[in-house]
């Protein structure tokens, strides 16, 4: 037996082999897809123009096309061997008879719903050094957004006037707002012994809950605090009562403030809360509520309490002194 030559074996395989185009993303696949838009694209008694397709496909001398012999009823056996096809194939180009020539017509994708899109990856580097920036820029206690010193500056004499003509006193000037707790999060410096080079590493817990705290401005009383986790009911405080908890337990899947969790605690915590430490210090039920204007905050109204918002960029600004 003489040695076969293996380039000439190769090229005689692959070289010459047609791929199939790749299709969009959307559009309805089929067996024998890449080779429908050749058989169905010419119009009736003309010879349509040939592709490159993976298949080899012979022409009738009168132009007679895949469409023409379907239309005749002609048997999917013949016709596949007529095409070089396989049986299936032809079945499925008959089957989707409808929509190929819906899709034909109106020169889109036989299905739109769900697309795809490429992001650019310089945007995405982008976004990445954006987002380390901000976490050192946190680290630092240093603010991202720059704090309007204008609004800042005048706010404070805005208040007092609405302290002045409401007769507010300290005890019923209240400012309320929230703050993130990382309730299994690590220090991020710790000690080592003098023979260690470095200490152990570990992976920074995420697990987060929101706090909302509120107080008066005269510190005599600390209304009980808002704790927003993720789930209503977690499996360590199964069989609990969450009203006996020292917070207001509230959910929320994100552990975030959002509008409604904040009229729930204005409605059925503030509110109640407020009006039982009136009493208590035997004092009229009016009261002012501070807070900034988060997008969770919003405008919300009753006949004893007084809602302001703090400008837009000044929170840091204002408590920084």
């Avoid at 000690?191 to 570990?202: D, F, Q, V």
């Avoid at 107080?215 to 986790?229: E, F, V, Y």
């Avoid at 039920?285 to 960029?313: C, G, M, R, T, Y």
Wanted: proline fraction near 5%.
């Amino acid at each position: 037996m003489s040695d076969i030559d293996s380039p000439k074996l190769q090229n005689s395989v692959f070289k010459r082999q047609a791929k199939p185009k790749v299709t969009i993303h959307g559009d309805l696949w089929y067996e024998g897809k890449a080779v429908t838009p050749a058989l169905w694209d010419g119009r009736d008694g003309e010879k349509i123009c040939k592709r490159e397709t993976p298949f080899p496909i012979r022409w009738t001398p009168a132009g007679e096309t895949l469409r023409d012999r379907l239309g005749k009823g002609e048997g999917s056996t013949a016709i596949g061997k007529h095409f070089n096809l396989g049986e299936s194939t032809v079945r499925a180009i008959k089957k989707n008879e409808a929509a190929i020539r819906k899709s034909v017509i109106s020169g889109t994708k036989l299905s739109t719903k769900f697309a795809s899109y490429t992001r650019d990856v310089l945007l995405e580097r982008t976004e990445r050094a954006i987002a380390i920036w901000i976490e050192e820029q946190v680290q630092r206690r240093i603010p991202c957004a720059t704090a309007d010193e204008g609004a800042a500056k005048i706010f404070p004499e805005e208040l007092a006037k609405i302290i002045e003509d409401g007769d507010y006193s300290a005890d019923q000037v209240f400012n309320a707002d929230e703050t993130g707790l990382y309730w299994k999060k690590l220090p991020n410096r710790t000690y080592i012994a003098k023979y260690e080079k470095t200490a152990s590493g570990h992976k920074a817990s995420k697990d987060r809950v929101t706090l909302l705290l509120c107080s008066n401005a005269s510190g005599d009383r600390m209304l009980k605090p808002l704790l927003i986790n993720k789930s209503l009911r977690p499996r360590a405080l199964k069989g609990k009562d969450l009203k006996q908890l020292p917070v207001h337990w509230m959910a929320n899947r994100k552990s975030w403030m959002t509008t409604a969790i904040f009229k729930e605690w204005f409605n059925n915590c503030f509110v109640p809360e407020v009006e039982a430490y009136m009493k208590e210090k035997s004092l009229d039920f009016k009261v002012l509520l501070i807070v900034d204007n988060a997008a969770s905050h919003p405008q919300l109204e009753h006949p004893n309490l007084q809602l302001v918002f703090l400008p837009p960029n000044t929170t840091q600004a204002l408590f920084s002194h």
